[in-house]
């Protein structure tokens, strides 16, 4: 006998696919946007040597394909390196990286979207570097950024769904599975795709209202 | 004592400023002429340190401003108004006023703060302590800047065209505080091209024509038929200046 018909427990494997699903993004998210306004830091300081390596893996990041970065780091590193991964550690190394490069590129715009001119004053009254970077450069530099950052986000969660290739069983996975058992792709899809579009649209939702309550408190009209 | 002996600037292949030299003495209220790209906005910013000289010499009370060390002291010394404000968009008025004051000169925000308060009183700013550059006029803006100035009790006040991106009216506003500070004994090394003002609270004007300090003459010398008058750009310049 197949099991193919849907039942009340296909939805306790949905719900467990989609918190995979968030719990990588999230994680993802967190360690990506902390590299990403490292290396932006970094970048700001020009560390001898380091802008040209920054920009060369970030470019290299944003502009080859995330599935093609995820065998490579699956598949590829663990050959070259003789060392063993599971596929989270992959699948949380991957679009960690590549968050990372899409943040860098925003936190970098941010940075250098604060005028000249304010630096030099900073810099003419004796406010050192870090105090010029923390105090007047920082600010400015975060109300820019959140607008970009929400999209690359909203972008970045739809991109976990490539990590079913590899095995970690996120809600594509759990809809590959439902989808074979039942073979019922169209009902099955539509639920998974509604499920990431619901989760895509709280995501930038709440994101507009981050935004929305920063240009109420910002009332210099930075955003 | 400001002293700039023998400064080059140069930008490329343009030769900015040529063998440039002055001596401001504190008290001194010193007015540097000169037509646009004359090189007057430069040697300020090598006075500040913005611009790094290539040749010669700047020290402020001794500290050359081409050292680092040099160069925080002599910061420490002056304090800059420029020509578009250059505020922090981010911080209120008194933010922008007492940043440095707590930061650099370490104020308790308090003291840093009735400080501010009582410059934007004496600019007539006082209910504007909270207010953002956005939401104040130019000449407001520049008030705001020239008390960020004085917030650092500068021995040395550099203006560097102040009222250039004024309208007459706030022009106004700006240089009745400026001649105050004159008139309290303010050392100032003023950019401008206010003439009749410069006139009126100068101690010395110097002229610079194409990067070349021309002309360095006590005020009154230097509107004098037998003094400045007697030099044929100066005599251009100031008739040219009148008709506009």
Redesign the interface.
């Known amino acids: 006998m197949r099991y193919a018909d849907f039942t009340p427990y296909d939805i306790v494997l949905l719900l467990q696919g989609l918190g995979v699903t968030l719990a990588l993004f999230i994680g993802t998210t967190l360690i990506g946007l902390t590299i990403g306004l490292l290396l932006a830091v970094v970048h700001h300081y020009r560390v001898p040597g380091c802008r040209p390596v920054i920009v060369l893996v970030t470019e290299a990041l944003k502009n080859s394909p995330v599935l093609v970065q995820l065998f490579l780091v699956f598949f590829g590193i663990p050959a070259f390196l003789h060392i063993r991964m599971t596929p989270v550690e992959a699948a949380t190394l991957t679009i960690s990286l590549n968050t990372a490069a899409f943040a860098f590129v925003v936190f970098r715009s941010g940075i250098e979207s604060v005028d000249r001119d304010q630096i030099e004053a900073a810099e003419v009254f004796g406010l050192g570097r870090s105090q010029i970077l923390r105090l007047v450069i920082a600010p400015q530099a975060a109300a820019f950024s959140v607008g970009p950052l929400v999209g690359i986000l909203v972008n970045q969660l739809q991109v976990t769904s490539l990590i079913s290739v590899i095995g970690v069983f996120d809600l594509t996975k759990i809809g590959n599975i439902l989808n074979l058992r039942t073979l019922q792709p169209f009902i099955v899809w539509a639920v998974i795709g509604l499920i990431y579009y619901l989760a895509a649209k709280t995501l930038a939702h709440a994101g507009g209202r981050i935004e929305a309550a920063l240009r109420r408190s910002v009332k210099w009209g930075g955003i | 004592m400001i002293v700039a002996e023998n400064v080059e600037k140069r930008f490329g292949d343009a030769l900015v400023l040529k063998r440039v030299n002055l001596r401001v003495e504190p008290g001194e209220v010193v007015t540097i002429l000169g037509a646009s790209g004359s090189g007057k906005s430069t040697l300020i910013r090598c006075i500040?340190?913005?611009e790094a000289l290539t040749g010669g010499r700047i020290t402020v009370d001794g500290h050359d401003v081409s050292t680092k060390a040099g160069l925080?002291a002599a910061?420490?010394a002056s304090?800059?108004v420029?020509q578009?404000f250059?505020?922090?968009?981010?911080?209120t008025a008194l933010g922008n006023i007492t940043?440095?004051p707590i930061?650099?000169l370490k104020l308790p925000k308090a003291e840093a703060e009735a400080r501010a308060r009582a410059l934007l009183d004496k600019v007539g700013l006082g209910a504007q302590a909270d207010a953002?550059?956005?939401?104040l006029s130019g000449g407001q803006r520049q008030r705001v800047g020239i008390c960020?100035a004085l917030a650092?009790q500068p021995r040395y006040l550099l203006l560097d065209e102040v009222t250039s991106a004024l309208d007459p009216e706030m022009t106004g506003d700006v240089l009745r505080i400026l001649a105050e500070l004159a008139a309290d004994g303010t050392t100032m090394v003023f950019v401008t091209h206010e003439i009749e003002f410069a006139r009126h609270i100068s101690s010395r004007i110097v002229f610079l024509e194409q990067g070349e300090l021309i002309v360095d003459l006590p005020t009154a010398a230097f509107f004098a038929e037998d003094g400045g008058l007697a030099v044929p750009r100066i005599r251009q310049f100031l008739s040219k200046m009148k008709k506009d």
Do not use: C, I, S
């Open positions: 500040n340190g913005l925080v910061r420490r304090a800059t420029f578009l250059n505020l922090y968009p981010h911080m940043l440095a930061e650099v953002y550059p956005q939401q960020r650092m």
